[in-house]
């Protein structure tokens, strides 16, 4: 092994970390719209994907790391995996090579179909660690990609010792110690990752982009592309740069084309449904100045709060959604785009029911313990929720719609209580 270079200096260079990519996956919510908003949404990962290596050889990076989940699963047909040999094609034109693990999305045991990639792209074998080294940057990358999905070893422990001199990329797709809402996909802890001896810890797994550590880098660049309300806020890769054996600059490069917010809307003051829809189209033109920058915002509006118009929000569900997509549509093409409505809300604290009203409320009450009323719900709308595709089912996030697919009728019956109330008093919109 040859010394250090001593005071001859080290190139100066920079790549992209990106992970999760997740091409096509399917985006729940989308199903009978139409509009070059939803049509936008259907292609965004793959929308993102492009952008991504358009900047990559914008950048002039010397090299494009994905760390996992390029795929979301298998694919239903090989346009996907022509896709990705059609980008990477890109990238081979402008001389940039790719460093590429599968993760628990895309394990090998789970993509039946596959192509010859081109010869710029380097998949990292699923058996054990391996080590590839790009000389004239005196560069080393050490990875392994998922066998199977479920990895419950710690992989990062037998990655290959740093090579000396080198700039040591270690290429990893795990949860680390299990963060919420994620498996524990091939645990390991910073700490450990941080001993290593390694320069960067390029991960994936996690979609969140974090920086868990600086000395040395240790990164979750999170997902190309955000896909539900879960996944809010700028996404993309990270863009790192080099200089003298060391990261001296990391950069987020913001490629996705949708954006994602949560949209509050407080009920404070809302006194009719007309209000509320002045409220919604307010506050969406609000959050397309403040988060958009530039792309489709896909907003989910939840109102939230205390109004007299509780009841008649409820009964005007459909009309309010209508309105507010009415509103996103309004400020132009892919400006806004409203995925779902959710009224949140409840009466003013001191509201005193109606004494003939709140018996007949008792009433709806005490039906839930009728069993020939509950017998008969069952017989009328269980056939009805079984023929649902599996999509629409899994795609149900109305309480009532889960309690009728859960065949809780009695949940049902307390759960139409507000809409009952809302037809008694004539608040119907
Ligand atoms: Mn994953």
Same mark, same amino acid.
């Given at each position: 092994?040859? /010394?250090?270079?001593? $005071?001859?200096?080290?190139?100066?260079?920079?790549?992209?970390?990106?992970?999760?990519?997740?091409?096509?996956?399917?985006?729940?919510?989308? =199903?009978?719209?139409?509009?070059?908003? =939803?049509?936008?949404?259907? #292609?965004?990962?793959?929308?993102?994907?492009? *952008?991504?290596?358009?900047?990559?050889?914008?950048?002039?990076? &010397?090299? +494009?790391?994905?760390? *996992?989940?390029?795929?979301?699963?298998?694919?239903?047909?090989?346009?996907? !995996?022509?896709?990705?040999?059609?980008?990477? @094609?890109?990238?081979? /034109?402008?001389?940039?090579?790719?460093?590429?693990?599968?993760?628990?999305?895309?394990?090998?045991?789970?993509? $039946?179909?596959?192509?010859?990639?081109?010869?710029?792209?380097?998949?990292?074998?699923?058996?054990?660690?391996?080590?590839?080294?790009?000389?004239?940057?005196?560069?080393?990358?050490? @990875?392994? !990609?998922?066998?199977?999905?479920?990895?419950?070893?710690? +992989?990062?422990?037998?990655?290959?010792?740093?090579?000396?001199?080198?700039?040591?990329?270690?290429?990893?797709?795990?949860?680390?110690?299990?963060?919420?809402?994620?498996?524990?996909? &091939?645990?390991?802890?910073?700490?450990?990752?941080?001993?290593?001896?390694?320069?960067?810890?390029?991960?994936?797994?996690?979609?969140?982009?974090?920086?868990?550590?600086?000395?040395?880098?240790?990164?979750?660049?999170?997902?190309?592309?955000?896909?539900?309300?879960?996944?809010?806020?700028?996404?993309?890769?990270?863009?790192? $740069?080099?200089?003298?054996? &060391?990261?001296?600059?990391?950069?987020?490069?913001?490629?996705?084309?949708?954006?994602?917010?949560?949209?509050?809307?407080?009920?404070?003051?809302?006194?009719?449904?007309?209000?509320?829809?002045?409220?919604?189209?307010?506050?969406?033109?609000? &959050?397309?100045?403040?988060?958009?920058?530039?792309?489709?915002?896909?907003?989910?509006?939840?109102?939230?709060?205390?109004?007299?118009?509780?009841?008649?929000?409820?009964?005007?569900? /459909?009309?309010?959604?209508?309105?507010?997509?009415? #509103?996103?549509?309004?400020?132009?093409?892919?400006?806004?785009?409203? /995925?779902?409505?959710?009224?949140?809300?409840? +009466?003013? =604290?001191?509201?005193?029911?109606?004494?003939?009203?709140?018996?007949?409320?008792?009433?709806?009450?005490?039906?839930?313990?009728?069993? =020939?009323?509950?017998?008969?719900?069952?017989?009328?709308?269980?056939?009805?929720?079984?023929?649902?595709?599996?999509?629409?089912?899994?795609?149900?996030?109305?309480?009532?719609?889960?309690?009728?697919?859960?065949?809780?009728?009695?949940?049902?019956?307390?759960?139409?209580?507000?809409?009952?109330?809302?037809?008694? $008093? @004539?608040?119907? *919109?």
């Amino acid at each position: 092994m040859l /010394e250090s270079v001593g $005071t001859q200096s080290l190139p100066r260079f920079r790549f992209v970390h990106a992970a999760d990519v997740h091409l096509d996956s399917p985006l729940k919510g989308l =199903a009978g719209q139409d509009g070059s908003a =939803a049509e936008l949404i259907r #292609s965004a990962t793959r929308k993102a994907f492009e *952008g991504l290596v358009t900047r990559t050889v914008e950048e002039r990076a &010397a090299f +494009l790391v994905i760390a *996992g989940d390029l795929y979301d699963g298998d694919w239903r047909d090989y346009q996907t !995996g022509l896709f990705f040999v059609r980008q990477m @094609g890109r990238l081979r /034109e402008a001389g940039i090579p790719a460093y590429v693990i599968y993760g628990n999305h895309d394990a090998q045991s789970k993509i $039946t179909r596959s192509l010859t990639l081109p010869d710029n792209v380097t998949v990292f074998r699923t058996r054990s660690a391996e080590t590839h080294r790009i000389e004239e940057l005196d560069v080393a990358l050490h @990875g392994q !990609g998922y066998r199977e999905r479920d990895i419950d070893e710690n +992989l990062a422990r037998s990655y290959p010792s740093p090579i000396p001199s080198a700039f040591n990329i270690g290429i990893l797709h795990t949860g680390l110690g299990g963060m919420e809402g994620h498996a524990p996909y &091939a645990p390991c802890t910073l700490d450990e990752l941080r001993k290593k001896g390694y320069d960067y810890w390029a991960l994936g797994h996690i979609h969140k982009p974090e920086i868990l550590s600086t000395d040395p880098y240790v990164v979750f660049s999170g997902n190309v592309q955000g896909r539900h309300i879960r996944e809010t806020g700028p996404r993309g890769a990270m863009l790192v $740069t080099v200089e003298d054996g &060391a990261v001296n600059a990391l950069e987020p490069l913001h490629v996705d084309v949708v954006r994602w917010a949560l949209v509050e809307v407080g009920a404070d003051g809302i006194e009719t449904v007309s209000d509320a829809n002045d409220r919604v189209r307010t506050a969406i033109e609000q &959050a397309v100045e403040e988060n958009a920058d530039g792309r489709l915002l896909a907003c989910r509006i939840e109102v939230v709060g205390r109004t007299p118009a509780h009841s008649a929000l409820l009964a005007s569900h /459909e009309d309010l959604l209508a309105e507010a997509r009415a #509103s996103a549509a309004g400020l132009g093409d892919d400006v806004a785009w409203v /995925e779902k409505l959710i009224i949140n809300t409840d +009466l003013p =604290a001191n509201t005193v029911p109606d004494p003939a009203l709140a018996e007949t409320l008792g009433e709806i009450g005490l039906a839930r313990q009728d069993e =020939a009323l509950l017998r008969d719900l069952k017989e009328q709308i269980a056939p009805f929720v079984g023929k649902l595709p599996a999509e629409a089912r899994d795609a149900a996030e109305s309480p009532l719609l889960r309690a009728a697919m859960d065949h809780d009728f009695g949940e049902l019956i307390e759960l139409a209580r507000p809409y009952a109330m809302a037809r008694l $008093t @004539g608040h119907e *919109g």
